[in-house]
Structures are given as structure tokens and as C-alpha cells.
């Protein structure tokens, strides 16, 4: 493994667990940072962007400590993909996230290896995610993390555990969703949207009419059902690309609003 | 519910069910369309771009034959969602559905509500299932299969399933997919893909290094594995969609290359 | 492996998958032969019955084309047993299965190596789907298939899901059973039907007396919980068979009814 | 419900838990009466067979000892039945079984509404359990038994638990299996015979080839694969039977071999 | 392994599993032998108590008669561990054990390698199941056996069964609980005792406010509920203990109480 | 709800969540506190002791800072129990925990309620979990997370994650074995306990001498195996009566060694 590769896999570890607890308290990773969204738009990806591993190692020099002896020393995934060349918009992306966060998440790092998927995942992340919906940020993270948890997914857990933590301020609730999102004391309307996507998660085909009127009764409209579906959906998806390849989180978000 | 309403909702039946079996042999339903692919990035959402009820309504018109008795009298989706207006870029992609398929694939109908929803999930899944692969189209289409199988997600099985019997000039191969695929006789390699796909469907959290050293001995690369557990991945997702919304097939996959 | 032997396992599938799309579309296979059912309690075995092998040689001799290319070229079970010599009472059987179906199941091949269980297995069988009973036919091949795609068995979800496509005379609602059946658009009755079905067949153990008592708010008798009782643990049975055995359905049942 | 209903109902329950212990050891219940083979063969129903009630009450009074406090004082099945005309043939048999083993298991009088389906549940039953094969009696109940077991049938994990104690003669080894059969002392082949049994019950549609050269490398013919499956089969269906009818064993069987 | 440590670990076995079927009817074994619960408390181990071996070789000279043929021929669990020195306190309680049962249930010998361990299991023990409570000792025991039967336990399946058998004085209680507790015939208020403890036992993590409700509408108080709790969880660890080193049962357990 | 009963109930929540990050790092909470295990022997329950009440209104007062605006503002658990009398023994260990601690564990408040089934639960932790073995009490910790995560515990994964943190030095091992403890980087031994105690945990009816045989070839003692079993059936025990309850943790634990 050539010494360029190795910078593009560890540069997304490189921001300390530790020390590094105060960072952007009010911007959960990745998701804040909507500047991907409407960049594959305007610019597709262009042979001439410099190539991936000169952009993360000089993330990498920006990264103001090094990782402490407790830290996962782990390549971001288990595969030995060549870095591929990201487009100006997924670079300017890439420095976005790592002016705004500290990191460019281990996610991205991951896509990285082609420029198009990076960008297809980036733009129906950040509508899924940071788009016009009747749910709140923090409700979509809280279903994030606990289809997570259902599916025992160490990278999402952790991602979005912490953003969970951020979003509403309570570090339990993050920890509570984590560890089994029953003892989490959520409202009435919360508790019915988790508990959809829960089912929806662990047995997809006996979801039913039924479960459909129960989100009603709790208040949600129907374009809400969509968003619980799609957002419980798109971390069935993430959870099984990143255990798959043994993504492993950013070391930093462990101690991320703890 | 109004008229409008109703056509975007039945519009992707119009195709018999029946009759209607010879249509596009080579082309399998919305995976070959590549031209909604790059089309997003071209032309962004714009206000002035006419309803999509009109537009449905036109394919509608378009349909040469009556849904037949037999046929699956539902909305495309168990979600009242309103009609969103389509891009021009989304509006040339339906088009060229209606054009070289004979239809407008109801997951596309689905998605209609919200252009940019829409959008991205084209430009995903054309890059996912269409885009440069190691694994040919047909073996996207079978991880597909058994993955919408361990889930028993309807759509998935029957627009999939289609895509399978088409691809592979083998509708025994697409109906033991559907049904369970340790019966389809399959190679070595086919075989410990779809193997994967399945356990990373059914306990993602259990996948591990020896996992993914059963796929390198078959004779798949990293990069193949990314893109099994990728389309693996998406259908997790997309069968979570369908059967949240129970999103219904258009009749006309069910006797498609029998 | 003898010819005569190979003679056997491959006569089922002698009838086409495609051309022989349209055989006796009033006449489900087997089940309508009711011939076999009476036949045992008057036709003991006698040991001058004709050996299996010149039988099947025969009916292969009848069958008008050749399996396509796309056929499933593999012996009927996986297991090497020596054909048995049948009663005259099951040679006409299997003629009549000839004559009105075009072909003999290949389940009633798989028990030939021994004329006695053919013989139990038949009448059996004819008793349980096609004798009296508050069920109709359809119901009872509707319990059929959902009870096998719990069970995800390949050879009974080719057999009876043509069985389903055939007596309802809707292709859908067969694909649907098959697939998932709460993605069928069934009457309440029958709902509750196959819900207790696949309860049965799923949790044997926790079937109690409110699960009765659904069944009979549904409308159905006493006798008729006995009725569906029978079917759904007569195809447990079956579906174990088959999957032990590797059976393979005849081709031709793919392309019925569609 | 009327006196003749009741009788039918409790006769079979009339043998004593208690000191009833010492009926036929060497006669496991049912299995071992062959007589009822080959009777439907030669005595098909006739309508001028006498009302199951008299044959029934007539076996009542015939029963020496009344059933103790602790029997288990419920109808022999949960579904209200009208009991049917028994033919001379399964009058014989019934009369054989109240001879030979002093009592009439509770599933033949639970299929007694209807004699068609008795004959033919007893033809099917003696042949597979009690007819020629490379299994000897006890394995095949030892099958039975951890069948049952894994569906938590009270019915057959009572009835043919006292089949393995007696023809064993070994009471553990009947407990064993009831509990869990991987605690029973069994030799290699036995265990490889279990644990096929096993695996078909729980997940049928996993069992492939590995599964089968399993049974073969433990010295298993490929006939014998066939009588494994065909009796873990069969109890796969009783069990459901039993269980959705809530059949109650005879209180004799409790005592019975210990 | 050493004439001293065979004889501690076939000790519990002397007992015979036939003849012996008369043993102290009214003393439940283990259970009633409270002299061990306050013994801790007032002698704690000395290194002066003789070693285990001696005490169990005397208590096999003290074994009227000799195991016979049928009886479980193996050590009492699965780990070669040699043999502790058991404090006075332990050792009386050994003696009341085999004075009043006749035996020393195989789980304390199991547990005698370590008298600090033997001493803290037996304190807990007799406190949870003998100590004060709103359930009765028979109601313990019932939890104790539904939780084993859903984990499959033989060690405590056959010990507790036995249990269940004598305090109920009703053989048929204790087999049914053994084989499906959903088959027994018990009151409201202990189906819903063991509705919670099976629940508890299979989902843990889903027990929530609602099932404590059903237990208290079911008459039981929140102090109830936490006995209820703790023998269920209590049993979830002695099963596990009993698999992980595959404890025997002492064979007279098998004929107890019939 | 009483005032001295309510004190009872929230004592444990009193130190803070946040600030009270950097309480006892060497010191992993209730399992250092080793003066509990021989108190039960010396000093029995007397009924002079003075009312739980005033001991925890008193721990109360003695709480430095107030709980955080996130604390989990609940009652330790569900149930509605009157505070027992604590023996001078439980008492003085109630201080220690205080004094070393900072807090006293929950778990123990809960047991409170009656003095004996404290002492035993005390008495039975402390020798498991502190007492001498051939694992280290980190790798028993880490058992007890790798089974509560399986039973989604969310009291035992707070607090022993808490030490599996502390005993570590290592945050991010504590979320690994939280989440998916095949995410963690244990070595090989490390590995094959945790792989044991999670099947015990899952399916403990499945565990054989396979099982054992793998504990001992990563080179555990069969005194090894006894613990490690006892550690991860104690766990099983406790997750049950925490789920049972609604046990909640100690707030300060989700702070502790981040």
C-alpha cells in the first residue's frame, strides 16, 4: 500500500478523541455541512481536480493533533480501493468539512475512491438528511441511530450517536437510542416514529396498513410517513455498505458532546 | 382525491398486464435508461416546469391497452402525497421511459412528489445498477432478487425479478431467485455473491474479514465487493421503501420475458 | 446412472417451459386428477405392475417438444433411488396425469421408487385439496403457497403459485402469494385464512385459542379450521420434503397461466 | 354439546395417568398396530358402519380405571366435530388399538370425524413410521421426538416421547430429546440424523447438498435421506395439526416407561 | 483424572432413576433444604473442612443402590475441575441434602470446586426460591421451568420439572410446562406470570411498562413482579451456567413424582 | 409517593451527569468496592438498622453538584417498593460506595428494598466479578457488555461500559463492545470469550463441547470456561431483572472515562 493511500485513510482519524471533545457543538457532522448538496449540480466531476490523496494529506496537515494511543488505528475500511479524483465541487466539499468540522467523516473518505458515487451519496444524503421535511434534524438522527442499533452498526452508531448527542443536547438520549431506544423517555409522536422504523427495519415485509395509521394517530401527515421511511431506508443501506466494509468512525466523534 | 391525483396514482398500470408481454426484450425496465443519469446534473428543478399530473396524464393517454380484470387496481403508493412539479430533466427522463419502455416504472412515480428526491434517487441507482461495474448488469439484478427476497418486498421482486428473466434470457433463473436462490444453479462465483448479499441482509452486524475473504476467493476484487455490498446495500433500502408506502408494481413486469 | 433410471428423473420436465404456456387452463396439475384418489383403497400393488422405468419412458415418448434452453436440467430429487414398480392402479394414474395435464408432477415421480408411498401420498394428498370441504380449491392452494414461502420452498411455490395463477384466473394474485401475501388484495376471510397459515407454520407453538377464535369471527367453521389446519401442516410436510430432496418442479409450470 | 359428543370426546383420556404406568411396554402406542395398514386398502367407508359415538362409548366402557384427579380433563381436540361413520376397517383397527395397547391414541379419535381422511392419515402414518426402512422404529421416533421438540408440540412430544422410552428402554433418552436433543448420549450417526431432522424443521429452505453428504459421510443411503425427511416431515405436519387443534394427548402416555 | 475427583463427579448419580422414584415426595430437592441459606452467613470456609472428595465419596457409600443401566453414565459437567474444600457450613448443608433427598443435586456439586462460590449460589438461591414472597414455592418453580424450557436447559428442566411435579402433586403440570408452557391449564393470574417470564426471557430488551401493567391487572404487586423477575432471570443464568458446562441432572430427577 | 420514598428513588441520579466527568478513574464503579463481599457473613440483618431512607436522604446531602438539565429525571425503577431496612453490614457498604464512589451503584438501591436479597446479590457480584480468576476483571467487564448488548440492556451497558472505559484506558473499546463487539480490536483469546459468552447469551441451548474445545485452544483453563460462563450467565440474570424493572443508571456513568 503506497504511502499516498495510506494518507487517504487515515487523514479522517487524524482530529483527536480526547482533546478534540469541544468541537462544532451546534453543527453535527456531515449533515450540517450543505454545501455538497447542490455542488454535483452545478459541477460534475472533471478529469482535472487534483487527485484524492494530495487533497487528504493536506487535510491531514491540518489536522491540529495527533490521535491519541486509545485510537482505532484502523484504515477507514476494510477494502484497498485506489483513491479515485474528486471533482472541484466534492473538493471544495471536502475542505468545507473540514473548516466547519475539524474532519472530513470517515464516509466520505470512503466514497471517495470514485467520484461519482461520492457525489450521488452526498446529494441524497444531505436532501435526506438537512432537506425541507416535517421532521426535525434531531428526529431524523434519532431514527438513524436506532436502525443503527437494530442492525449493530459501529460506524453509524457512532456518527450519528454523536449527533444525536448534539442536536438535542442530551448526551443519555444519544446513549439511550444507542443501547435500546425503548428506555429513551421520548414523546409520544417519537416513540411511534421509532418504533416504525424499528419494525420497518427487522421486518420490512409485515409492515402494513396498520402500521401506517398508527404514525397518523401520533400526528405525523403522510408526506412525514415518507420521510421516516426514507430516512429508516437510507441507514438500512449505510448500515450494510459500512459493515460490509468495516468502516470505522472518526475517532473524534466519540468524545463529541458527551 | 382529485382527477389529477388519480392518474399520476394509476398511470404506471396502464400497460396490460397480460398482452402486453412482448415488450422491450432487451431492455429491461428503468435500469436502461441511462439518460436520467447525467440529466440532474444538467438541469436543476425549475418552478416553471409544467405539473406532473399533465405530464402523467399524457402517458396515460400514451397507453395503448387497458389494464386488464386481473390487474392490481391500487395506487402506486398507500401514501396520499401531492403530485411535485418535474424538472425538465426528470420530464425528458419519463418521457424517454414511456418512449423505450412503454412505461414509467411506479418507483419513479413514487418519488414524483419531490424533484429533488426524484433526482437523486436516479442518479444513484443509474450509477449504482448501470454504471461501471465488475459485476455484470444481470448480477446487479440477481443481488437485487435475493436481497428483495430475504425482505419479501413485492415490488422489488416483481420489477426485479422482470430484470433478471430479461437479462438472463432464463425465466427459471429470475422465479428461483424470487422464491430462494440456493435453488438456482448458479456458478462458484454467482453463488458466494449472492451468499454475501443475502447474510449481509439478514445479520449485517455479523459480517466480518472472513466474510469478505470468501468473496476475494471467488475471484471478486475489493472494488467488486464495495459494489456487492452496494447494491446490496440500496435494495435494503429500496424494499424498506416499497413496503413502507406499500408501493405497488406496474402490472405489466409480471409477464415480462416468461 | 442407467437409461432407464435417467429416463425417470428427467420425464417431468419434458414439457416446454414457453411454448407449453397454454395446457389445460381449467385443470390445475394433480389436484384435479382425482382419479389417483380412490384408486389405491381399490387397486392394491401387485408385484406384475409394469417397472416405473418403461412407464416413464413412455410418457416421455408422448411428450411433444423438447425442454428450451432455459429449462432446469436437473434430476428430479437429489437423491439416487431405484425406481419401484408401480401398481396398476398408480400406472393409470399416471397416465391420467399424462393425459389431462400434459405431464406427470414431479413430486409424484420423486415418490415412485416405492409404490406404497406413492399410493399414501396420493390419496393423501387428493383427499386434503381436492375432496369436500368448506374451503375451495384456490383457498386451499392459497394456504399452499403462503405456508411455502415461509418455508421458501422452490418446487411447491412453482407448483401451486401456477395453481393459485390458474383457479383464480389472476396471474397477480399468485406472483403476490408467492412474494409476500399481505401484498395480496384478499378478502377478510381469506386474510384471516392466511394469517393463521403462516402463524402455524412460522410459531407452531404459540398458536392458541384467540387465534381460533379469529378464524372463526372470520366466518369459518370448526371443520373448516380443521380443513385449513390440514393444508398448512400437509404443505410443512411437503416444503420439508422437497428441501431435503432438492425437488425440482417440472418446467412447464413457470410459464401456466401468466 | 350432547352425551354421545362428550364420549367421543373423553374416551381416549379414560386410561389412568397413574397406575395405568405398566399397559404394553413392548408395544409402543399406535405405531406398533400395523392392522390398520392395509385395511383401508381392503375395507373402504361404508355408510352402514356404526356411529363413531357407540364404537366409542362401547371403548369407554371398556377402559378399567377411572383417569385420576391430576388427568388433564379437556376434550381431546379444541374444534367442535361432529363424529363421523367409522368403516369396518377403522372400527377393526380402533378395536385392535383398545386391545393391544388398552386405550385409542387421541389423533386417531381426533381424525374420527371423518373417515376418509382417518384411513388415509393412518395409511400414511403406518407405512412411514412402522413399514420397511433403513431407520429402525426408534430413530424414527427419536426423529419424531426432536422434531417436536423444536416446534413445542405438547401433543406428539408426549406420545412419541413415550414411543423412545419404551423402545429404548432407556427413560433418559426420552427425556433427553423432548428437552434437548444435543443433551442426549446418541451415537455419530444418530447425531447427523438429529441434527438433518433439525436444521429441516427450523430452516427448511437453508437445507442444501453439504447437508445430505453430511448424512452420507454418517453412513446414511440415500433411501434412508429419504425416510429422515419423510418423517421429520410428517411431524412437521402433525405438530401444526395438533398444535392449531389444540389436540391434548392421552393422560396414559405420562406414565408410560419411566 | 484421579479415583477422587470421579467420585465427585459421579456422586450425584448414585441415586437409582428408577426404583428411587419414591424419594421425598413432599420436599422438592434443593429447594426445601433451607438449612444452607443462613449457613454462609454464620460459618464461613476454613481451610480446615476436609476436601470435597472424601465428603462425596462418603455420600456415594451412603447410595442405597447402584445407578442401573439406563442412567446418564457422565461426569456432572463437561470441565475438569478439581475438587474444593468445602466449609462445615457447606458441608452440613451437604449432609441435610443427602439426609432429606436422599442425593445432593448435581448443580452444588457442580458449584463445589469453590466454596465461596458455592456458598454465595446456594444463599441466593434458597433465598429467591424458598425465602418470602407473594408467589408460592409451586409458582416459582413454574417460572423456573418455563424460562428453562424456552432456553432448552436439561439440567434445569429436569430438576425443576421435578420440582413442579411434587408441589403440584400433578405429573401432568410439570410435563406440559416442560414441553410448552402454552399447553398447561393454569390460571389467569400464572399464564400471566409466565407470559412476562418468557417474554423476559426471549426479548429482554422489550419488556416494558405495558407487560408490567398486564402483571398487575393480573392481581400481582410490584413487589410480585419483582420475584417474578428475578427467578426469571435468575433461571436465565442457571440455564446458561448448566449449557456452558453441560451439567447433568442427578437420574433420580427423571422418575420423581410421576 | 412518600418524601423519604422519592429520596429513595433519585439518590442515585444525585451526582452530575456532565461535570462529574472525572470521578474515581481507578476505581470502576460498585465492582472495586470489594467491602461488601464478606460484610454479608459477618454482619446479618438486624432489625436496629436504621431506615434506608435516612441513609439515602443522607447520600443525597452529600452529593456535591445537582443533576444536569439532561439527567434522566426517573426513579430508579418502575416498580413501587418500600425501602428495607439495611443491616449495619449494607450500610457501612453503602458508605463506601458513597466515599469511593461518589454515588451508590442503582442496582444496589434497587435491591435495597429487602436486606437479605442485597447481601446475597452483593455477596454473589463481588466474588464473580472481583474475586480471584484466570480472567482479568476487564475481561470480565467486557463480558458483561458483550452479553447486555445482546440483550439490549440499557442499565448494564451504561455502567459496565462505564468500566470496561475505566479498566481499559481505552473510550473507544467501551462504545465497540457496546455496540457490535466484532467491531472491537481484541486479540484472538479475547475474541474467542466473547464469541462464547454471546452465543451462551443467544442461544444457550445450542452451546456443546465444540463450543468449549475453541475456549480452550485460545488457550482458557476449564476453570476459565467456568467463569467466563458464570460471568456471562450472571449478566444474562441481571439484564433480565434491569429490563424487568426499568432499572435506570447512575447518570454520572455516561460521563465517566470518555
Excluded at 467523516?105 to 421535511?133: C, H, I, Q, R, W
Amino acid at each position: 500500500m503506497g504511502k499516498a493511500k495510506k494518507s487517504v485513510k487515515t487523514a479522517g482519524k487524524a482530529a483527536p478523541a480526547k482533546p478534540g471533545k469541544n468541537p462544532p457543538k451546534t453543527k453535527p457532522a456531515l449533515h450540517a455541512i450543505k454545501g455538497g448538496k447542490s455542488a454535483p449540480a452545478k459541477s460534475p466531476p472533471t478529469a482535472q481536480s487534483k487527485p484524492l490523496q494530495s487533497k487528504l494529506a493536506m487535510m491531514k496537515a491540518l489536522t491540529p493533533k495527533p490521535v491519541p494511543a486509545v485510537a482505532d488505528d484502523v484504515p477507514v475500511i476494510a477494502l484497498n480501493l485506489e483513491p479515485g479524483k474528486l471533482s472541484p465541487a466534492m473538493t471544495a466539499y471536502f475542505k468545507k468539512c473540514q473548516d466547519k468540522l475539524g474532519f472530513v467523516p470517515n464516509v466520505l473518505l470512503a466514497y471517495a475512491f470514485d467520484n461519482t458515487k461520492l457525489e450521488t451519496f452526498v446529494a441524497f444524503y444531505n436532501d435526506l438528511m438537512l432537506g425541507d421535511s416535517g421532521l426535525s434534524k434531531l428526529e431524523r438522527e434519532m431514527i438513524a441511530v436506532a436502525v443503527s442499533s437494530q442492525n449493530r452498526c459501529y460506524y453509524c452508531l457512532t456518527a450519528h450517536g454523536a449527533a444525536v448527542r448534539q442536536y438535542s443536547g442530551n448526551p443519555l438520549l444519544g446513549e439511550q437510542i444507542v443501547m435500546n431506544y425503548r428506555a429513551a423517555r421520548v414523546n409520544r409522536r417519537q416513540r411511534a416514529m421509532l418504533d416504525f422504523a424499528v419494525k420497518l427495519t427487522a421486518s420490512p415485509g409485515s409492515v402494513e396498513e396498520g402500521d401506517r395509521e398508527r404514525l397518523r394517530r401520533a400526528g405525523f401527515t403522510d408526506r412525514d410517513i415518507w420521510d421516516i421511511s426514507a430516512v429508516a431506508g437510507f441507514f438500512n443501506m449505510s448500515n450494510r455498505v459500512a459493515s460490509a466494509t468495516d468502516m470505522r468512525p472518526n475517532a473524534v466523534y466519540h468524545g463529541q458532546a458527551r
